[in-house]
């Protein structure tokens, strides 16, 4: 027999912690992790898109480490007893060297960059931006829960490799860099 998917507990606008805990749904913790999960999707799709097999890899190690953070959220801090993973200091130093290796052929920027010139860079810039929200919301979760300084770290940092990502993805796939040029 299948598992059943709806449990109706949140019929009324209720939803349940890891450990028990009984929030509202719009709670800042449930925004914070659901828009975890959001950018993972982002990532996901990303991923689909023809890219090198070196930024796949590391875009399936971060929907890895995604879950990770959104288990850590997900939980409350005080009644769950269950082991959860946990981020680890390499994980950010990933991110850091996949930067500078990316970084190193890249030309140098004098400018902002307009999202856009392919598909694929596009898709690069709706997750960073998701993921840009994603650390303002944990942010905010922390100024009132314990949150773990590393789950900021990383979020912050893979926003700026998503950032480099396309801008690589812009001249792997031949596509334009349009800076942006204000008009005044």
């Known amino acids: ?110 400018s902002f960059v307009l999202p856009g010139g392919h598909t694929t860079v596009s898709y690069c810039h709706l997750a960073r931006c998701v993921c840009r929200r994603s650390e303002r919301n944990v942010i905010h979760l922390s100024e009132t829960a314990v949150v773990g300084e590393l789950v900021i770290k990383y979020l912050n940092r893979l926003s700026d490799y998503l950032f480099v990502l396309a801008r690589q993805l812009t001249y792997d796939l031949g596509a334009v860099e349009t800076l942006w040029k204000p008009i005044i």
Do not use: C
């Not at 097999?53 to 850590?72: K, M, N, P």
């Not at 959220?73 to 993973?85: G, I, Q, T, V, Y």
């Not at 981020?87 to 030309?107: G, H, S």
């Open 1 to 110: 027999m299948a598992t059943k998917i709806y449990t109706k507990t949140g019929d009324k606008g209720q939803t349940s912690l890891i450990g028990g805990t009984r929030v509202p749904k719009h709670h800042i913790r449930i925004e914070a992790y659901g828009t975890v999960d959001e950018l993972n999707s982002w990532i996901g799709l990303l991923r689909d898109q023809p890219m090198k097999v070196e930024y796949a890899t590391i875009l399936s190690e971060v929907q890895d480490r995604l879950f990770t953070i959104g288990s850590t959220l997900a939980a409350d801090p005080e009644k769950n007893k269950m082991r959860l993973p946990e981020l680890n200091e390499r994980d950010v130093t990933l991110l850091e060297k996949a930067i500078d290796k990316m970084n190193e052929t890249l030309p140098e920027m004098h």
